[in-house]
């Protein structure tokens, strides 16, 4: 026979990853970042009746894919531009809100450039219209401080691995008024919110890494940043031709994500994986793909920009010694392929 585990099993662990200000009814466990984005926006079209949903251009799959079957629905999607370092304009979103709005859906930060949005501006407005707000903040959780309150997000979904916890776990954050509809159906865990036997080592190791993240979170980020502005600083001055993608500062700590002029980023990988240094060419998540990210074109670079670009991911175990040698093999690399 088995028995359902009461909620308040996971109590410690929902204590553990909650946000400021956040009750931990509020927390929902599911199985990663893109569960947590689809049932944000299909739960809102279900929730509000309504057929509209508003979101960017440079969103994770997980976001846009679910816009593209929900537009085969009859949904309509609109799908907002960014600027040319890839921030979007609160005032855009605002003059995009109709009567028929269920939700606007803009992530906390990107996964590939790491840009940041204005995500307390645009709480605001959503907030003023009376519209339900979502952000994916799978990459900024645990990276930079996220106030629900003080943000007014509504709905909140963010991933375990993304700060070194298991893979296979996330949360959606549901703000204590709005009556989300569940994604899955099934023995009623989570209070009949989400369906499904609990990923109980998954959900432990969560708690775990989120209480560090939240422990170190100021020290990390000043940390991490320091040495990210170092590393670019030293980029730009030290290999001619290159360039730096996203906006320089409201940009996620750890992330650097570089142009260089008539190298392709694929054969930098190449060169710098043999050097034990790993790095990405766009987006990790969708790294086999030989098409343009969708990002990089948002932003108007053009195939050639966008395919000479490689992205570097720096945590609190980086080190500066591990930056000057990937500098060096940055500047091999280079020579030798602009030579080609
Ligand atoms: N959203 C963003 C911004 C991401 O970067 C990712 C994954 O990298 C996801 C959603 C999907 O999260 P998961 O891999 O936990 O399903």
């Not at 422990?215 to 031709?241: C, K, W, Y």
């Not at 500066?320 to 500047?331: F, N, P, W």
Request: aromatic share 4%; with cysteine.
């Amino acid at each position: 026979m088995t028995r359902r585990l009461p909620r308040a099993f996971f109590r410690t662990e929902r204590i553990a990853v909650l946000f400021d200000s956040v009750a931990p009814e509020e927390i929902c466990f599911t199985g990663g970042g893109t569960e947590s984005d689809n049932w944000a926006l299909c739960g809102a079209i279900r929730l509000t009746g309504k057929r509209r949903i508003i979101t960017t251009r440079i969103e994770h799959h997980a976001v846009l894919h679910t816009c593209e079957y929900l537009e085969r629905q009859g949904i309509e999607v609109v799908r907002l531009d960014v600027d040319r370092d890839g921030i979007l304009s609160p005032e855009a979103v605002e003059r995009a809100i109709s009567p028929d709005t269920a939700l606007v859906s803009v992530m906390a930060a990107n996964n590939e450039i790491g840009t940041i949005q204005p995500i307390r501006e645009i709480g605001t407005l959503c907030r003023k219209h009376g519209v339900l707000f979502h952000t994916d903040a799978v990459q900024a959780y645990g990276h930079i401080p996220l106030d629900v309150e003080e943000m007014q997000i509504d709905l909140l979904s963010a991933s375990a691995h993304k700060l070194h916890g298991p893979k296979g776990v996330g949360l959606l954050y549901i703000r204590r008024c709005v009556d989300l509809p569940p994604l899955l159906f099934g023995g009623g865990q989570e209070d009949g919110k989400r369906s499904g036997t609990l990923n109980t080592a998954g959900i432990v190791g969560f708690g775990a890494a989120a209480a560090q993240a939240r422990e170190h979170l100021e020290e990390n980020m000043q940390s991490i940043a320091a040495l990210r502005d170092e590393m670019i600083r030293r980029v730009l001055a030290e290999i001619p031709g290159t360039s730096l993608t996203g906006d320089p500062v409201r940009r996620l700590p750890g992330n650097i994500h570089l142009r260089f002029e008539n190298v392709k980023g694929r054969e930098l990988l190449h060169l710098l994986d043999r050097c034990g240094i790993c790095a990405s060419t766009g987006s990790a998540c969708s790294a086999e793909s030989m098409e343009p990210s969708h990002v990089l074109s948002a932003l108007g670079l053009s195939r050639l920009e966008a395919d000479s670009s490689l992205r570097l991911t720096l945590s609190e175990e980086t080190t500066r010694e591990e930056l000057s040698r990937t500098l060096d093999a940055l500047k091999q690399a280079v020579d030798a392929l602009s030579w080609l």
